[in-house]
């Protein structure tokens, strides 16, 4: 189990760091979505701003991954 988690570890790190801009652009595009849910209201959705709070998460740590990768 734990042979098999740190496997998948290895590779997602090998993918991000050939990819150092992916994570902080996707955090965007889900900025620009909720931004786009509060312009159209989608429920839910749009009242938690999901989208937002998820992009700005992933952005961060994209680049604090950038960064040490």
Do not use: Y
């Amino acid at each position: 189990m734990i042979q098999r988690f740190s496997t998948i570890l290895d590779r997602a790190s090998e993918f991000i760091a050939a990819r150092k801009g992916l994570l902080p652009l996707i955090g965007i595009a889900l900025v620009i979505v909720n931004l786009l849910f509060q312009i159209f209201p989608a429920g839910w959705i749009t009242t938690s701003n999901l989208f937002l709070h998820l992009g700005i998460i992933l952005a961060v740590l994209g680049f604090l991954l950038a960064w040490a990768l």
